[in-house]
């Protein structure tokens, strides 16, 4: 079971990324999926998580209406659009996937998680 994000870069205050987390192995379809972030010298943080069928979103609130979780059951992905990011967003970005169908803040609620791809926002 692999969870593979890609989309990270560089880019500056006030722009757009969009990350993407493309699952194999297993079909994740039933799971609760989420994203956390974690910058050098601090913990893992929650950023957004999605219920199953995408019907119920959290965000944690240094993101909200900046950044959106949605995901595509058929084609085992999940993606996060980040809007007006800002140099606090910066750090490692991680895909991870739920054995609760709906969508939780908490790491522990998480059995799969990817390898993380790294956002940097320069102001």
């Known amino acids: 079971v692999q969870l593979q994000a890609s989309g990270g870069g560089s880019v500056q205050a006030g722009g757009s990324l969009r990350l993407s987390c493309a699952a194999s192995?297993?079909?994740?379809?039933?799971?609760?999926m989420g994203w956390f972030r974690q910058a050098p010298g601090k913990e893992r943080e929650f950023v957004a998580a999605i219920s199953w069928n995408g019907g119920s979103t959290i965000y944690t609130d240094s993101v909200k209406g900046r950044f959106t979780i949605s995901r595509d059951r058929a084609k085992n992905t999940v993606a996060l659009q980040m809007n007006s990011l800002k140099p606090e967003d910066t750090a490692g970005y991680y895909c991870?996937?739920?054995?609760?169908?709906?969508?939780?803040?908490?790491?522990?609620?998480?059995?799969?998680w990817g390898q993380g791809t790294q956002v940097t926002v320069s102001s």
């Open positions: 192995g297993r079909t994740f379809s039933n799971n609760g």
């Open positions: 991870a996937a739920s054995f609760l169908a709906s969508g939780s803040s908490s790491a522990s609620a998480y059995n799969y």
